[in-house]
């Protein structure tokens, strides 16, 4: 989507934290809500202003939809997405919620309701967790965030960016050793043939270009 003009954009953050005038809400499991504007909906995602305004839906009947199996984090990512509230994920509290479960949850409510921008942002930032500024700390993390995406089911296209990052990092120089990269591919033989492929797979294509 196209940058807004700024007032537009000023207009959105004002509306943002202005419930007055609201008409829609989205609920979290927990039952903490997010007041939020039907227009605002319609900029975004069709599935949400549909379900907002037709008597169809219990949604649009009761004037509020709640947004089972995801974290709070990811809705009030969702909300600031909607107004166009650009926040860094590191901005997020996420008390109690893993990094991954936040960009899991953030990129099936984008799936879900039809957000390509916000699929996006949800893929970028969890590319983030693995193209830190490479030393001895961040091996540890990159390390850990590995293991924590490991034991997940998460969504294909993160799991794709995974790759692609851990191929970037396996095959360009950095302060890491090749011993550091090879030690956490060896420990995840299914992701380490994604990675060796993609390694491949990037090979070939240099060859023919």
């Not at 000023?10 to 007041?35: C, M, P, Q, Y």
């Not at 939809?65 to 997405?81: G, N, P, S």
């Not at 960016?161 to 191929?167: I, T, Y």
């Not at 492929?197 to 070939?204: F, L, N």
Request: aromatic share 10%; charged share 30%.
């Amino acid at each position: 989507m196209p940058e807004l003009p700024e007032a537009i954009q000023n207009a959105l953050e004002k509306h943002r934290d202005n419930d007055e005038i609201s008409d829609f809400t989205l609920v979290s499991d927990t039952g903490k809500e997010w007041k939020v504007h039907k227009m605002v909906l319609s900029f975004h995602s069709d599935v949400l202003y549909r379900m907002s305004i037709s008597k169809d839906f219990t949604e649009g009947q009761s004037g509020r939809v709640v947004l089972h199996e995801v974290c709070d984090d990811a809705i009030e990512a969702l909300r600031d997405h909607l107004y166009f509230y650009d926040r860094d994920w590191a901005d997020y509290k996420l008390e109690g919620v893993a990094f991954t479960d936040f960009f899991c949850d953030l990129w099936r409510l984008a799936d879900m309701y039809n957000i390509e921008r916000l699929a996006k942002t949800s893929v970028d930032w969890f590319g983030s967790l693995f193209v830190l500024e490479p030393d001895l700390e961040t091996f540890e993390d990159l390390r850990a965030w590995v293991a924590e995406a490991c034991d997940r089911d998460i969504p294909r296209p993160l799991q794709q960016r995974m790759v692609e990052d851990l191929a970037t990092l396996f095959t360009t120089k950095h302060s890491y050793s090749p011993e550091h990269v090879r030690e956490i591919l060896d420990l995840h033989p299914n992701l380490a043939m994604d990675v060796m492929t993609e390694v491949a797979q990037r090979k070939s294509d240099l060859r023919k270009a």
